[in-house]
């Protein structure tokens, strides 16, 4: 006769083995969705490998990629195949209460100044105790919006030094790097943090230069980010595709969220909570497709939202470049 200790245990076996099952079940089931021909109901741009934006873009994942290594290899740029060209790190910065961390640098070569953010080092404890708590979010014109208060609150703790440090090196009349494009990149968390900084520079330094508020040379922003969470709601996704689709003053921005296959972070917080992603996405479906989702989600069922389960691992890596400590 079992005991309720034997009783206990097994079903503690029997659960733990139901849950492996389904859950290999569902990756297996992603896995050949994800490798079926797609739908021809709403044709995809499907992005060439050797096309020039997916060039920038894979440049911009080496970019956040590097944010992950250590100290002394980031200071020296020394990351192997994550530290592209010739940059020169001019700040690591690290907020040690709040968890920020990331570097500038500048790349000569290709005329760029890099703010890159790195995702959280603890990834399954951050998705675990991820709060869906916002808080308004102030801009001209744009009442009601709203961003996760984690995410804001995180920002905050580096913002000033940042706009700083950005506005120095880009913005002053006499700067030695006048006319180089700013490249905003990050990932997981790090992506939310690189949205919430572009908004920043384009409303309190770009713009200015563009009103003839003040003296300096405009600039390209590039934002790029790689499994980036929801950071606030449609109101704040409206003011992204405003500031950098519309109101541009003649410069070709560029914003790019890129989600690999059918990754679980890229859908939280949840939408039915009231967040919504910016545009426009580019998805990696898989090895050899790539697809420009050009409209706010939910608009293109093609694209990410088009899977039915989600995965943690995908999030740790696109195409051979991994997320991690490890150089």
Wanted: with cysteine; glycine share 6%; net charge negative.
């Amino acid at each position: 006769m079992l005991t309720s200790f034997k009783l206990t245990l097994l079903l503690v076996l029997l659960t733990t083995l139901l849950i492996y099952s389904l859950r290999n079940i569902a990756h297996e089931y992603a896995t050949e969705e994800l490798s079926k021909p797609m739908s021809a109901e709403k044709p995809r741009l499907l992005i060439n490998e050797s096309s020039e934006f997916l060039d920038e873009l894979k440049v911009g994942l080496l970019y956040a990629a590097a944010a992950y290594c250590h100290k002394p290899h980031l200071k020296e740029w020394n990351c192997k195949k994550r530290c592209v060209g010739d940059v020169v790190v001019d700040t690591i910065f690290h907020d040690r209460v709040k968890g920020a961390y990331g570097y500038v640098g500048i790349r000569q070569e290709a005329k760029e100044i890099i703010v890159a953010f790195r995702g959280s080092l603890d990834l399954m404890n951050w998705v675990y105790n991820l709060q869906f708590a916002t808080l308004d979010y102030e801009y001209p014109g744009a009442d009601g919006a709203l961003v996760h208060s984690g995410f804001y609150e995180t920002y905050k703790g580096v913002s000033d030094m940042l706009l700083w440090k950005i506005n120095y090196l880009m913005a002053r009349e006499d700067s030695k790097y006048a006319g180089y494009n700013l490249i905003i990149s990050g990932h997981s968390l790090g992506g939310a943090l690189a949205t919430l900084l572009a908004v920043d520079v384009k409303r309190n330094i770009l713009n200015p230069i563009i009103n003839s508020e003040i003296r300096g040379q405009p600039f390209r922003i590039k934002v790029i980010t790689f499994g980036q969470p929801r950071v606030g709601n449609d109101i704040f996704a409206y003011i992204l595709k405003q500031e950098f689709f519309v109101k541009t003053g003649g410069l070709n921005h560029t914003v790019a969220r890129m989600v690999h296959q059918n990754d679980l972070v890229a859908h939280l917080p949840p939408a039915d909570v009231g967040f919504m992603h910016n545009s426009h996405e580019i998805w990696v479906r898989n090895k050899k497709e790539v697809y420009d989702c050009e409209d706010f989600e939910g608009k293109e069922v093609d694209c990410a939202d088009w899977t039915l389960f989600y995965d943690m691992t995908v999030h740790l890596y696109i195409w051979d470049i991994h997320f991690g400590p490890y150089c």
